[in-house]
């Protein structure tokens, strides 16, 4: 529980931002054609989860919503500077295998059975997919979606899947300015 304490208040206590605020959005906005899908933490305020896979989730606006902002940076890594932490791959051993959750952890984190780094660091490939770094894996948004606590909000799921064959559709990024979206 210490442990669990500590992640979370050193995710809290960070509070530096880019110039401008981005979100990473699926470039097919599916059925949410006013706003599109972000990649989101899951929870808000105080009850932001750690503890649960990141989703896709649709692009909040027309302020900036902070469990959504993200800097993709020179190094590769997906950065969330609200909470400190960068988006990871949940493989084992050095392996990510395709339907692999992403979660946020702690950059270049070294726990019981996962030494972040491999599965931190991302690059755009020529469809426009983040694919992690030496692998074929690029970061996919489920088929289905559904209804967060409140009508006017969906998510998806989000995990890694084979390059060569997601559907692009689920599986096409762009990095955009924050906020904005209409609701």
């Given at each position: 529980m210490?442990k669990i304490?500590?992640f979370?208040l050193?995710?809290?206590?960070t509070?530096?931002?880019a110039e401008?605020p981005q979100?990473l ?7 949410r054609p006013?706003d599109g899908?972000?990649?989101?933490v ?14 896709a989730?649709?692009?909040?606006g ?5 469990d959504?902002?993200?800097e993709?940076r020179?190094d590769?890594?997906l950065?969330?500077p609200t ?5 990871t791959?949940?493989g084992n051993?050095?392996?990510?295998l395709?339907g692999n959750?992403l979660m946020?952890?702690?950059c ?8 972040a780094?491999?599965?931190?660091h991302f690059?755009?490939n020529?469809?426009?997919q983040?694919q992690l770094?030496?692998?074929n ?7 289905d979606?559904?209804?967060t606590?409140?009508?006017d909000h969906?998510?998806?799921s ?5 390059c060569?064959?997601a559907d692009?559709?689920l599986s ?6 924050a ?5």
């Amino acid at each position: 529980m210490k442990k669990i304490l500590s992640f979370c208040l050193l995710f809290a206590s960070t509070q530096s931002f880019a110039e401008t605020p981005q979100y990473l959005q699926l470039i097919d906005k599916l059925d949410r054609p006013n706003d599109g899908y972000c990649i989101d933490v899951v929870g808000s305020g105080e009850h932001v989860r750690f503890d649960m896979p990141l989703t896709a989730h649709n692009c909040k606006g027309p302020q900036v919503y902070h469990d959504e902002v993200i800097e993709f940076r020179e190094d590769g890594t997906l950065y969330f500077p609200t909470y400190g932490g960068c988006v990871t791959v949940m493989g084992n051993n050095g392996t990510a295998l395709s339907g692999n959750a992403l979660m946020l952890k702690v950059c270049d984190a070294r726990e019981p059975f996962l030494i972040a780094k491999p599965f931190q660091h991302f690059e755009f490939n020529d469809q426009q997919q983040v694919q992690l770094k030496n692998t074929n894996l690029c970061m996919v948004a489920g088929d289905d979606s559904h209804t967060t606590f409140s009508p006017d909000h969906k998510w998806r799921s989000l995990y890694m899947e084979y390059c060569d064959v997601a559907d692009t559709s689920l599986s096409r990024w762009h990095v955009i300015e924050a906020g904005g979206m209409r609701p």
